[in-house]
């Protein structure tokens, strides 16, 4: 079957960074992406990653080794409004998108 | 632009009651997607459609219909609610690239009893 895992809760401090990580097993890979999801909101795309390495966008930066089926999701000087759901989800072989439970960060000032 | 937009916002329905789920875009895209999201799961994807007149079932297809008469609307039917049906329910859109990224509506909540 094809499967998603991210860690269901992480809690980070302020002004500080913090990791995500996200490990798949699907059936074929197109692509990786990372979703932001405010409580009681729907999701805004963060990154995109279909090669190996590191893409950079601001303050956030996301990560993709397909060798290993892994992923993260790195946010340094972290804001109050960081706050949110992490989406991880990978587009399989069908080009559908498969998503992971999502990983609620709580931001401690 | 206004994006993705979907009505109800929420509703409550009685077991067996039918509704429909509008959703409509203003972006021209070709993609459309209906998911649903329980507590502590992942977006389910529902039925999508690569273009008007053209649809497909997804992951958890059975109690739900969709049309795609037009590029812009993508209605989401639901025939003899149960309970299992509880959900908020997302509508998105996307371009046809290959690092496209899906856009979202707001969501309806949905209640069954």
């Known amino acids: 079957g094809q499967n998603i895992d991210q860690p269901t809760e992480m809690t980070a401090t302020e002004g500080a960074i913090v990791q995500i990580n996200c490990t798949y097993q699907t059936s074929g890979f197109n692509g990786l992406f990372w979703y932001q999801q405010h409580a009681g909101e729907a999701p805004t795309f963060l990154s995109y990653n279909v090669l190996d390495g590191l893409e950079e966008k601001g303050r956030f930066s996301s990560f993709l080794s397909r060798s290993k089926g892994y992923s993260y999701l790195l946010l340094k000087e972290l804001q109050m409004k960081d706050s949110a759901s992490y989406l991880c989800a990978v587009r399989d072989s069908n080009y559908q998108l498969i998503w992971g439970a999502g990983t609620k960060l709580i931001i401690k000032p | 632009n206004a994006g993705v937009t979907q009505t109800p916002k929420f509703r409550i329905l009685k077991i067996g009651q039918s509704m429909t789920l509008q959703c409509t875009q203003d972006m021209n895209h070709n993609y459309m997607y209906w998911y649903r999201q329980d507590p502590g799961m992942g977006l389910k994807l529902i039925y999508y459609?690569?273009?008007?007149?053209?649809?497909d079932k997804g992951e958890v297809p059975n109690g739900y219909n969709v049309s795609r008469s037009t590029t812009e609307d993508f209605p989401l039917r639901l025939e003899l609610a149960a309970p299992s049906q509880t959900s908020v329910y997302f509508c998105?859109?996307?371009?046809?690239?290959?690092?496209?990224?899906?856009?979202f509506g707001p969501g309806t909540r949905l209640t069954v009893t």
């Open positions: 459609s690569v273009g008007a007149g053209i649809t």
């Open positions: 998105a859109s996307s371009t046809t690239s290959e690092g496209d990224e899906q856009y």
